[in-house]
């Protein structure tokens, strides 16, 4: 399984902070280092699995590739709503022997090619995080999570 979450929040200089908001028109994307972060997988009945650390440092871009018997699992991890504001997701994932099961939270994902809108998983603004198995239902989302 592999969880593209939300990006970590950088260390900036609240001075530098301003100023780059203003030069870069409010993209900003100089307040997020390149690691992903963190997240919790838990059983079906809601037991901890594994705590998954999804960088091994800021400048890290690369998720981390868990390793997961076949089975149902929820996934509690930090993403990106259509407004850019950050939320806390729990979602249903499936996992099957020989494939990889992967959720797109961090907004970065575009899909290419035409594809039935019930093939997709998405957030409840709409926005498309992965495939969807009829097994793990929709992802559900908290505003205001936490940035680590």
Partial sequence: MVIYSARTTANVDINMEEWRWNDDFGKNAFL??????????????????????????????????????????????EGVNCDANRVKVLMAVVVKTGQT??????????????????????LPCGRIIGWRTPEAGYAGIQPGAPSN
């Fill in 32 to 77: 997020y280092d390149p690691a992903h972060t963190d997240y919790t997988i838990y059983t079906p009945d809601g037991e901890v699995f594994k705590h998954v650390r999804n960088a091994r440092g800021p400048n890290d871009g690369t998720p981390t590739v868990v390793a997961l018997p076949a089975g149902s699992y929820k996934v509690e991890a």
């Fill in 101 to 122: 099961t992967l959720a797109h939270l961090d907004g970065e994902w575009n899909l290419m090619g035409q594809f039935k809108e019930a093939e997709f998983a998405k």
